[in-house]
């Protein structure tokens, strides 16, 4: 075979493909298919009395959420389902598009687990877990090395 239905091979070939698996293509380029693959990112800060942990999730509502405490386990998971209808005259196309994450993070023995509050402002989760009073006054000391 010359190099030049090698050329016109290859440049076919690409073609085929696109075509046969243009509907996948089509899927999994969707930006909606992206939101459902992404994960949350967290912030987790330490202040003296308190950690904080902020959750960004734009586009959620708060009925969304689900914040449970199991043990020494935080878990954080949301779930929307969105639904799309345009009518024409001759069809109907319905869109549905469904998204879920859950995060899961070990608290400190020291939080006060009765004591954690959730709040969603401005598409981002906030969590405050408060550290329980006998926590607060433990300071970081200097041991000597004898």
């Not at 799309?84 to 995060?103: A, G, P, V």
């Given at each position: 075979m010359s190099a030049k239905s090698l050329a016109t091979v290859r440049q076919m070939l690409p073609s085929v493909f696109d075509d046969f698996f243009k509907p996948w293509n089509e899927w999994f380029d969707n930006e909606s298919f992206s939101k459902m693959l992404t994960v949350p990112a967290v912030n987790i800060t330490e202040e003296k009395d308190q950690y904080k942990v902020e959750l960004a999730a734009p586009g959620m509502k708060k009925e969304d959420f689900s914040v449970d405490v199991d043990g020494n386990m935080l878990t954080i998971s949301a779930a929307t389902e969105e639904k799309?209808?345009?009518?024409?005259?001759?069809?109907?196309?319905?869109?549905?598009?469904?998204?879920?994450?859950?995060?899961s993070f070990t608290i400190p023995d020291e939080v006060d687990k009765g004591k954690i509050e959730a709040r969603y402002i401005d598409g981002v989760l906030n969590l405050v877990l408060p550290k329980m009073e006998n926590a607060k006054n433990n300071t970081t000391q200097k041991i000597s090395v004898s």
């Open positions: 799309k209808e345009e009518k024409e005259k001759k069809y109907t196309r319905k869109e549905y598009n469904y998204s879920s994450f859950s995060r």
